[in-house]
């Protein structure tokens, strides 16, 4: 059974009922609600330690109505890595990766597909489209092939080609547009009404952030219920960041965390597509859109995020703070991670090396605090950002060992 109880505006609190399709209230996102007093009834953190280690082990907490619902490609929990080297780069003794490259889709937004793909098939819609950035779209495709509904993807001409591959070979109608994810968002906007798919963009519906939020609800069991000082999380629409902080509410409520205390959540943007520092930084509640927004980091390319709001309440509430790091440098970041970790790490997550190193060296994070940076997705997604050019050796050449193995 389900024990969600309604929805609610996340701007003005108005409740919603959940036994219907809904969308945005005066074109903003909305929260599911849970009757957290049967939650607690019904589960127990001895019965989740005994369930699969999936995603899903936390059903409860979760709004499909019945199993059947569900659309899955056995999105496992990640691992969580501890990471002595790239912390000791830095000064820090206590730094891991919760490693979601390892999800069904190559990145974590299997989480938030997996939800939403669930609950549209819950409310028997068959027809879905989306803008991405790139492995959203991937992910949707992948899951709506699954569900056996129609999908339709939107992505800027320039998202990395990989993305554009695996929406094509999941079956979805898939278009490259000229243009950043907003001038796609229009496309799907614009397309709704002649069309009639259902919008999945970033928190225009509300299941999302429940699938994003099982990012929370796993830390905080690998941690033992304790949670760490610090997160560091790569900000795009922020699904991910504000799903966590609501894991952690909602765990606090329940009784099942050993503290009070929160993490520092820190939202860490590229200088090429800053929307969320600039608002940060000048105490502002909405962010203005980011003009001529330009990162490889193509997950976090995201000039205006309709849960702006969303993101800025909870650094804020978290104590704590938005970043912006030099998109020169996130490929070395890339290669710092692999070289000292074997870690394949997005240039979304690389970004969040960059923000370990800047806080770090100002005395934001401390030696001793725990830290989490988390890589959203593989690598390998990215070949754009990869790129180098190898030493080369001609058929015959002579090797010069000692210099091959000083180059």
């Not at 799907?188 to 299941?207: C, I, M, N, Q």
Request: proline share 6%; with cysteine; aromatic share 8%.
């Amino acid at each position: 059974m389900s024990y969600v109880t309604y929805l609610e505006s996340a701007l003005d609190g108005t409740h919603l009922p959940a036994d219907r399709v809904q969308t945005l209230h005066n074109d903003r996102p909305l929260w599911v609600r849970y009757d957290l007093a049967a939650v607690g009834r019904a589960m127990t953190k001895e019965a989740v330690s005994r369930r699969p280690p999936t995603m899903w082990r936390y059903r409860e907490l979760l709004p499909p109505a019945d199993d059947h619902s569900i659309v899955s490609l056995g999105e496992g929990m990640t691992p969580l890595l501890p990471c002595a080297r790239l912390g000791e780069q830095f000064g820090l003794r206590q730094v891991w990766v919760k490693d979601e490259s390892q999800l069904p889709t190559g990145s974590f937004k299997s989480r938030g597909l997996a939800m939403a793909i669930s609950m549209a098939r819950q409310f028997g819609i068959t027809r879905v489209a989306i803008p991405t950035a790139g492995n959203a779209g991937g992910a949707m495709a992948a899951y709506a092939a699954r569900a056996g509904m129609e999908a339709f993807v939107f992505m800027p001409h320039d998202t990395p080609a990989i993305n554009q591959y695996e929406c094509h070979l999941a079956g979805a109608k898939t278009f490259l547009v000229d243009g950043l994810i907003t001038d796609c968002g229009r496309l799907v906007r614009e397309g709704k009404e002649a069309l009639g798919w259902f919008d999945l963009s970033t928190l225009k519906e509300p299941y999302r952030i429940e699938g994003k939020k099982t990012m929370g609800l796993e830390l905080a069991e690998q941690f033992e219920w304790r949670l760490p000082e610090v997160i560091l999380y790569p900000t795009g629409g922020g699904t991910g960041l504000i799903g966590m902080c609501k894991a952690f509410d909602e765990l606090a409520q329940l009784g099942w965390l050993a503290d009070e205390r929160r993490p520092r959540m820190v939202a860490v943007q590229s200088d090429g597509c800053a929307p969320i520092v600039r608002a940060f930084e000048s105490g502002q509640r909405f962010a203005e859109p980011f003009a001529g927004a330009a990162t490889v980091a193509s997950g976090i390319r995201v000039p205006a995020a309709v849960g702006d709001f969303m993101i800025l309440d909870a650094v804020r509430a978290s104590g704590g703070c938005a970043v912006a790091v030099e998109e020169p440098r996130i490929r070395e970041w890339m290669r710092l991670a692999a070289r000292l970790e074997g870690i394949a790490v997005c240039p979304e997550a690389a970004a969040c090396v960059g923000a370990l190193e800047r806080l770090s060296a100002s005395g934001w994070i401390k030696p001793d605090e725990r830290v989490v940076i988390f890589n959203t997705g593989a690598a390998q997604k990215y070949p754009e950002a990869m790129q180098v050019e190898l030493p080369r050796i001609a058929k015959g050449e002579r090797v010069d060992w000692r210099q091959l193995a000083s180059g």
